[in-house]
């Protein structure tokens, strides 16, 4: 048996499920040509039938990548399948995608049916959708839930009528991973002609459990995994490539690859999240902000000391620049002494001691410490606030491009410049850009409403420059100006290094 695990992501088909985080057609190949850089195998392009969009959707797909199989996704229904057959016409490699419900609850309160009847209805759609295409994908609806007497039955059938992959979908969750496990290896072991297709394992998230349940498949016998970006999916999500790609890299008692290019994960990750505007948990496995982030004053020095001691994956594998070390009460003085040091504070051991004592008393007042925190902590004032707000001023609206004019005041001299975006916000801190002169990054941008009796929205930014990341807040009615002042006070922080002995740091004014 192969040692290859094929990837099968569905991040533009059962992904975007997600309320809220529908894409367009553009923004949908755009995605599909990065999966294909992070060498995904099968892209799930999109459900044709289900929309003019989503049917396009497939086409353009189709016409944008070389490599990867493009699926379509159909019911076992004949004008389904025609609808998929069609979208695929411009396709270098093609997969359709049928199947109907395999436990009895579903043959029963979905289908209004037998089994006999279930099975007859998916060889009719298979060997109808062989006639168009080679690779044929049967999903057996709920096989999670399925007895796996049945399912053999109906995985033999789907093969012998010209199936080439046979997914057994945990549709609900609800699979324990030893329960999988065992499910795919009763397939393995009472299926006649196992050796003619490929197994896939499709579990969701319901239980926390999607991942393990992914790799219990592995071990028994599935070479196929059905997978998303950060996990995103219907109800609690799918299970995410990045943890099936990474578990698998990192133990080597399991012995199997992937083509995916680890190092573009993170970059996939963000990505997909600002494109589908839905977040990633700070804790999110592997992507998550604090993935690489230690707290922890034990974990902080065994990491400074060998990050082996507590990272089993090295941050730059998945795309990472490196760790953080996060300052907060809970932070020892090899990590105090860390940032310090970043800063050009040069500091000995018994000037140390007093210095954590004193740093001790800050983070219990503050609970995070900045940059900012510890100038004022080694120079015992916080450095005046080099850029504020004069005026701001933006206009938009159809057919209008948002045009935005912001004034600061730098350092006690006015700049203005406007700019135009893709939306106020945009054009607006495509103006502030302008006036600064150089080169930052927005990392992370979150919009918050505050409610009450009158709607305030508060902003969270994350921006970086010359290498280091900078946090900024803004609390404001019109949400223009939360995120100017977010953007600002991000900005205030690196140009409090001016005061400090890091030059590197400084910006340009």
């Known amino acids: ?209 999607a991942t393990a349940n992914t790799i219990a498949g592995i071990q028994n016998g599935a070479r196929q995994v059905e997978v998303t970006i950060n996990g995103i999916g219907e109800r609690a999500g799918n299970t995410s490539l990045e943890e099936v790609a990474m578990i698998l890299k990192t133990h080597q008692s399991l012995p199997f690859h992937t083509n995916i290019n680890t190092r573009k994960i993170h970059y996939m990750s963000t990505l997909v999240s600002k494109m589908m505007r839905m977040p990633i948990q700070p804790n999110k496995a592997i992507v998550g902000r604090n993935a690489f982030a230690h707290s922890s004053g034990i974990h902080q020095d065994g990491v400074l000391k060998n990050r082996d001691n507590y990272e089993i994956i090295a941050p730059e594998d998945v795309g990472v620049n490196e760790s953080s070390i996060v300052l907060t009460a809970r932070s020892g003085k090899a990590a105090l002494n860390f940032h310090l040091n970043r800063l050009g504070y040069k500091i000995d051991k018994e000037n140390l001691e007093a210095t954590y004592e004193r740093f001790l008393k800050m983070a219990d007042e503050q609970k995070d410490i900045s940059d900012e925190d510890l100038i004022l902590l080694m120079e015992g004032k916080r450095p005046e606030s080099n850029i504020e707000i004069s005026h701001v001023q933006v206009v938009c609206g159809q057919p209008l491009q948002p045009v935005s004019t912001v004034e600061l005041m730098v350092n006690g001299e006015a700049r203005r410049e406007s700019a135009t975006g893709n939306g106020p916000i945009n054009a607006t801190l495509r103006a502030i850009d302008k006036i600064m002169d150089a080169k930052i990054i927005l990392e992370e941008f979150l919009v918050q409403s505050m409610g009450g009796s009158r709607e305030t929205g508060k902003v969270h930014l994350r921006i970086k420059y010359a290498g280091q990341t900078y946090q900024g807040f803004g609390v404001e009615e019109d949400i223009v100006m939360a995120s100017v002042h977010a953007y600002v006070n991000a900005l205030n922080k690196i140009m409090a290094f001016k005061t400090s002995k890091a030059p590197e740091q400084r910006i340009a004014v």
């Open 1 to 209: 048996m192969s040692d290859k695990i094929f990837i099968f992501d569905t991040t533009l088909r059962d992904g975007e499920q997600v309320p809220g985080c529908q894409l367009d057609t553009t923004e949908k190949v755009v995605i599909a040509k990065e999966l294909e850089l992070l060498g995904v195998d099968v892209i799930e392009a999109g459900f044709p039938i289900s929309s003019p969009e989503d049917f396009k959707s497939v086409v353009e797909i189709s016409k944008a990548v070389n490599d990867p199989i493009v699926c379509a996704l159909t019911r076992a229904v004949m004008s389904d399948i025609d609808c998929a057959v069609e979208s695929l016409k411009y396709a270098k490699r093609k997969r359709i995608h049928t199947g109907i419900g395999a436990s009895d609850f579903h043959i029963k309160h979905k289908f209004n049916s037998t089994r006999e009847q279930i099975i007859e209805r998916g060889v009719a759609a298979v060997k109808y959708a062989k006639k168009f295409v080679e690779d044929i994908e049967f999903y057996a609806e709920d096989a999670g839930r399925a007895d796996n007497v049945f399912l053999a039955q109906m995985v033999e059938a789907m093969i012998a009528a010209g199936a080439t992959v046979i997914n057994i979908p945990d549709t609900t969750g609800y699979c324990l991973p030893q329960a999988y496990g065992e499910k795919i290896k009763y397939l393995m072991d009472h299926v006649s002609n196992i050796d003619r297709a490929i197994l896939s394992c499709h579990c969701h998230n319901d239980l926390g459990m």
